[in-house]
């Protein structure tokens, strides 16, 4: 809910001026090391892109926080403290947002694709971390068919193989 929040206060004013004042000193110190911190970062073709595509008989959805014009990926993040290599390790949204956005058409099937987080600590003294990574085919490749083997054991979990009444209407029929 937090992260939504601040996004929701950054995004209005991420080319309009970048006005860091704000009457929670918190965000207010989020906003100034975010908008000092992060000059490379203006060139966006889009904010805030929805992404809604099949995938593995499922969906994949979720929302670009900024598409830049080279095409590359940054996804806003708040956090206690900056991250780390296994904070990074414990998300797939670095593959499955860039997947999402070429499967929409959003970015051309070029690789690697540059994927950023920007992580702005919510200490009282803020910190704001840009990491980036590239992501290869094989990423893809490896992140698509794990992503149809885990859709694939939710709903032999959900559903088990056995018929009942129910089936003649489940949409899993």
Not at 8 to 32: C, F, Q, T
Request: glycine share 6%; net charge positive.
């Amino acid at each position: 809910d937090f992260g939504k929040k601040f996004e929701d206060i950054v995004y209005p004013r991420w080319n309009a001026g970048r006005d860091y004042r704000h009457e929670e000193p918190k965000i207010e110190s989020m906003l100034k090391v975010l908008f000092d911190g992060s000059k490379g970062l203006k060139n966006y073709k889009s904010i805030q892109s929805k992404i809604d595509v099949v995938c593995g008989g499922s969906r994949l959805l979720g929302y670009l926080d900024m598409l830049h014009e080279d095409n590359s990926i940054t996804d806003l993040k708040t956090s206690n403290r900056l991250w780390d290599t296994r904070k990074i390790s414990e998300t797939q949204q670095h593959i499955a947002y860039p997947f999402g956005a070429m499967k929409m058409g959003f970015i051309p099937e070029v690789f690697p694709v540059i994927f950023r987080y920007l992580i702005v600590t919510t200490d009282s003294v803020a910190k704001v971390q840009i990491i980036e990574l590239k992501i290869t085919k094989k990423d893809f490749e490896e992140y698509e068919k794990s992503f149809y083997e885990r859709i694939t054991k939710i709903k032999l979990e959900i559903f088990p193989p056995k018929k009942t009444y129910e089936c003649s209407w489940c949409p899993y029929r």
